[in-house]
């Protein structure tokens, strides 16, 4: 399969803790994308990262990629209770003409007040 | 900002019934895409059109799902018929589909829940 894997399935932490995510996935890809799903609704993209980027940020994520050893970091800093939800890496393959992206079984974050 | 519409929200079925879901993408994404979300899992692609064409419907089930974007706008996707093993959330999303510079960003619906009973 060409999916992304989640580390771990589920984290728990305090507001103000930062979260880490990672991804690990198989195949050479163009890029790798992180979505975010809050229980019951539709994903919502976060970040992009290409091939050729090491690190990414976004007011309080941060996305690391290492395609040398195939796998990817979300930090999420100072969290809040509102980033509880599910989040999900998605890679495109290199050399896809579709765009097909592949998404792995995510990961439940859960942030305590 | 714009939106990827979706309806039903919510649809419980009997077995062996037929259910359709329908998608209204954003505005002016040549790529629509229906995906299924089974509980705990991450979604699977279904059914990828580029304006009214399938361009990848490798993973389903033909025998009993149907999807079509006749004038390349919205969409149908059909289950006939519907068995307990269909029971997810079927999320239909777009893009623009821009491959060359920013990468295939895909915007999502809210999703249809589907209970078979």
């Known amino acids: 399969s060409q999916q992304g894997e989640e580390d771990p399935q589920a984290l728990s932490i305090q507001e103000g803790e930062n979260a880490t995510m990672n991804c690990s996935y198989k195949?050479?890809?163009?890029?790798l994308q992180w979505y975010r799903q809050n229980s019951g609704r539709g994903l919502v993209h976060l970040i992009l990262?290409?091939?050729?980027?090491r690190e990414k940020h976004s007011g309080r994520l941060r996305v690391t990629l290492d395609t040398s050893k195939k796998s990817s970091s979300l930090l999420i800093t100072a969290s809040r209770a509102a980033d509880t939800a599910s989040y999900f890496c998605?890679?495109?393959?290199?050399?896809?003409?579709?765009?097909?992206?592949?998404f792995g079984r995510g990961t439940q974050l859960t942030v305590w007040p | 900002e714009a939106e990827v519409a979706q309806s039903p929200r919510y649809k419980i079925t009997e077995k062996s019934q037929a259910v359709a879901f329908w998608c209204d993408p954003i505005s002016g994404h040549a790529t629509l895409y229906w995906y299924r979300q089974i509980l705990g899992q991450g979604p699977e692609l279904l059914v990828q059109f580029q304006d009214e064409s399938v361009v990848d419907d490798s993973q389903l089930p033909k025998d009993r799902f149907s999807a079509e974007r006749l004038k390349g706008v919205d969409s149908t996707l059909k289950i006939q018929p519907a068995e307990l093993g269909d029971s997810a959330m079927y999320l239909c999303?777009?893009?623009?589909?821009?491959?060359?510079?920013?990468?295939?960003?895909?915007?999502f619906g809210e999703g249809s829940w589907l209970t078979v009973v």
């Open positions: 195949t050479s890809i163009n890029n």
């Open positions: 990262i290409r091939s050729n980027e």
């Open positions: 999303a777009s893009s623009d589909n821009d491959l060359g510079t920013r990468g295939n960003t895909i915007y």
């Open positions: 998605a890679t495109e393959e290199r050399g896809s003409t579709l765009g097909r992206l592949y």
